[in-house]
């Protein structure tokens, strides 16, 4: 679906506004540095792993966020297959963090907030199974830090349709090709990247409130 639109967007003779900021955007990379000794990981998935991957980097405390697939049962997934629809995987990312400075409850947070958990099986007009919105958890514990948001974003009617969000354990996570990953920086010329991911992450960053941004 991301390959169709690009070329829908390149067919247009309109220059968004997303363009020419973006030349001064500071894209949010993967920090080069060992990993904390406590550092822990996340796995979200919210529609196109490229978006997801500068949300999560963007947030202090966040070291890493590795494009991937996970949710399904084949064992070899890779994109092409994953678009198929096939696998029952969802393009996600493996979020690595250090929770002496970022919260698994800010993770959470700011994973509800650069999407909209209530459309099925989409994000915009990326439609299909692989851009599912699913919070995957390791543990008893984060499971009920995943509850508890979606219980309080409803009592708070945040959104005005139900929230689909899938809630399920991690069992297996399959990083993405390489090309994949720090996708947005390396294609800043991308019709997609310009006019989908970018604003996307821009309005992510304006509205969320709840955590801190790298300088």
Request: net charge negative.
């Amino acid at each position: 679906m991301k390959l169709f639109l690009t070329l829908i967007i390149a067919g247009t003779a309109i220059c968004s506004c997303a363009q020419t900021n973006q030349k001064s955007l500071k894209i949010p990379l993967a920090e080069k540095k060992s990993a904390s000794a406590n550092e822990a990981v996340a796995t979200f998935a919210e529609g196109c792993f490229w978006h997801a991957e500068i949300v999560f980097q963007s947030l202090a405390g966040v070291r890493d966020a590795v494009s991937g697939y996970a949710g399904g049962t084949t064992t070899d997934p890779d994109y092409e297959k994953v678009a198929s629809g096939q696998t029952g995987h969802a393009e996600s990312v493996q979020v690595h963090y250090d929770p002496a400075v970022i919260s698994y409850e800010t993770l959470v947070k700011a994973f509800f907030a650069s999407q909209d958990p209530t459309t099925m099986n989409r994000q915009g007009n990326d439609a299909g199974t692989e851009y599912r919105s699913i919070a995957f958890y390791n543990n008893e514990k984060e499971k009920a830090i995943i509850d508890a948001t979606i219980k309080n974003l409803t009592a708070a009617k945040v959104y005005s349709n139900k929230i689909v969000t899938q809630v399920v354990p991690l069992t297996k996570f399959y990083p993405a090709e390489d090309y994949h990953q720090e996708y947005i920086s390396h294609n800043t010329d991308n019709p997609y990247v310009a006019n989908v991911s970018v604003p996307e992450f821009l309005h992510f960053k304006a509205t969320f409130k709840e955590g801190k941004f790298k300088p």
